[in-house]
Every structure is written in C-alpha cells, then in structure tokens.
C-alpha cells in the first residue's frame, strides 16, 4: 500500500514519510521543541498556539532556530535549500474562541509555519471563515488549513464552508478538549469519509483526513489507515517524551495509569479549577481521574472552595498530581498503552514502522 498515492500530504509536506504521524498542539505543552523533534523525524509537529498568543512569537522564534541548526547536516535541507523552502516545517494550533486573528497573523507572515490548525470556534464554521480567507489571502506562502473536529455535521459544514486542507476528525477518547457528545474514531471517521464520497458527485472539496483521539501507538494508527485516515494526530503519547514542556508529576502519571476508560473522565471540572471559562457550552475535557473530580462529584466541596484546593495543590509541586491528587491531567483513554518516556522523534519512527508491520505483511490477511 502507497500512502501518498492516496492524498497530497507527502507533496504538501515533502520531509514527511507515510503514514503522517502529528504530534498535536497542546496548550503549555506543545512547545517548539516539541514541534521541531517530531518534524526533524519526519513527521509534524505543531506548536501550541492555544488563546492566549502571548508566547507564541519566542515559540516560532526557538522552531526556526532548532529546524535551522539540525537540517543544515540533513538530507531533507541539502534536497531543500533554504532559499528554495522558506516555510517553516512545523504548524501552529490555535483555540479559536479566544485567539486574536490580528495577533496571529503577521506572526504566521512572519514565520510560515506550514500549517495553521483550527479548533473549538465560539460557535461553528462561521467564526473560522475570517480566519482561513484571510491568512489564504495574506500570507505570501502556500500554507495549509486544518481545521479540528468532532462530529459528521461539522465536518461537513467546514468542508462547504471552508475548503480546509485537512480535516482532523476527533473521536471521544481524545485527552484534552472536546465535544461531551462524541464518537470514537471507529465510528466517527467511516462516516465522515463516506459523506465526503457521497458529496463528490457535487464536485465538494475533499481535503485529506487525519484520526485523533486514543491513538498511541503502530497498531492505533494502521487501525486509522485502514478507517480511511491519511495520517493520525497523537497528544497523550508525546506527553511521555522529554521534549514536552511537562512537570515530572505529570508525565509520572501518565506512565502509572492504566486502564482509560476507567482511570479517564470527560468534564468541566478541569477547566473551572483552574479558573478557566471561555471554552464553547459543548466542549468538556478529558483527563485523569483525581480529588477535584471526585470532591465535587461527591459533593464534597463547592466549586469554590474546589478552585481554592486547586491553587494550595499547586504549591505541593509534582506531589500534587495522582489519584489522590488535584492537579489537572488530561489524558485520552490510550494512556494506559504507554509505558515509557521517548525522545519524540522515536515515538515518530517507532510508531510509523509499528503501523506498516500489519498493513505490510502477508500475516495480516493469512489471519482473516
Ligand atoms: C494535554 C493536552 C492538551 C491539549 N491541548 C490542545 C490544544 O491546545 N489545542 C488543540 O487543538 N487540541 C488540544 N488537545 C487535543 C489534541 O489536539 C488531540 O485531539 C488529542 O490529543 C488526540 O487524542 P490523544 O490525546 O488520545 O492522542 C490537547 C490534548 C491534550 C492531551
């Protein structure tokens, strides 16, 4: 099986090998040198951009000056020369409810990440039109859009709407945010490609798909393949690689749990802790069971006095993660699969040739 014969992404993105593997923009977590290892193995990475673009510049900045100093010795710049690839291999993640369009922009001018993601819009396809045809139109570079999201009405709506490059299909099992109401993968992205099929005879735009949520390793993603996906977006795996921005509490714990379905919840309890109101009345997250989970669903405490709990856990440092701890930890239901920390570039390598094993070998169909 050719990969690239099936969508563009090995011509958009020229130093990627098929299957696309992403590492996801995670908000505090997804920082250049995250982005720039997972690209530098061949894969994308995405920078956090999240709603506040505070940090964004010096984020850029580090990507540019990482990318810069390692592909110089690679094949991938030799084949490349600067002057000819003046796009920076990694993209940018923005959560559009709250991120600043005028903020971005001269930032994604500036720097040309290679691709701009989109999720969790105030309100729907609508919110995102002003941002895909402006950075379309002013940025002096062919940049792709991808837009994230969580069920077939979206997906569809974005598609008419929007024409993105690439679609991110999220099912529930994802850590971090997403809708409270959604399928798994399996179910979410058969669907989402048969309404992209159907529509064809109506000359609609088919933009190349890449699964997200519960994929933490080969056989997440040859699963993907097989569902139809182009290329797979993992979040909670590269929480366990040295290059995510991430307290030893934290990645402690994603190595300890087990079991996601059970050991995960999705909630909004995550976000008011930690005072945070802006995301869209249909989005919760998912993340690690814990006290400021269990407190107010036991009725325990208030929300207020939970949020307190919640600042005084802070200043127990990485003592302040696990079950019987308060501090936020999302993580999609793959997180009891992973079992070591990686460098990010491995998890690349290892995850792509992990999935060509089954799509690959003649044991796969002599099984069938
Ligand atoms: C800790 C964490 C933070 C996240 N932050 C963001 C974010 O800032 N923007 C975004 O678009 N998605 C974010 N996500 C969701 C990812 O884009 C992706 O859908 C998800 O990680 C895929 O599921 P997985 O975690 O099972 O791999 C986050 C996920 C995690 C685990």
Known sequence: MTFSSLSHVKLDYPWTAAPL??????LNIATANLAAAVSLAGGLGFIAGGYDLSHLEKELVDARRLINEVTFKTSYRQQNPPQESPV??????????????????????TYRPCAIWLFAPKTGADDLLP??????SESPYNVKIWVQ???????????????????????????????????SVITLLPEIVDQLDLSRPHKLH??????????????????????????CAMGTRFLASPEAQISKGYQKEILRASDGGVSTVR?????????????PGRFDGRGLIN??????????VTEDENRHLYEREKLKGDHGWGSQGRMTTYAGTGVGLIREVLPAGQIVTKTRQDAMKPLQQPSFTARL
């Open 291 to 300: 006290r400021s989970y269990e407190d107010i669903l036991n009725k325990v």
């Open 21 to 26: 593997i992403v590492s996801a923009p995670m």
């Open 131 to 136: 941002w895909v045809q402006r950075i379309r």
């Open 206 to 231: 088919r933009p190349s798909i890449v699964a997200a949520g519960g994929i933490v390793d080969g056989r997440g993603v040859a699963a993907a393949v097989t569902l139809g996906a182009d290329g």
């Open 149 to 183: 999201l969580c069920c077939v009405v979206d997906a569809m709506e974005c598609v008419q709407k929007l024409q993105p490059d690439v679609l991110v299909v999220q099912g529930c099992d994802a850590g971090g945010h997403g809708y409270a109401r959604s399928a």
């Open 267 to 279: 909630s909004t309890v995550y976000d008011k802790v930690r005072g945070i109101y802006g995301w």
């Open 88 to 109: 920076l291999p990694v993209g940018v993640g923005f959560l559009n409810w709250g991120a600043s369009l005028e903020t971005a922009l001269p930032l994604i001018k």
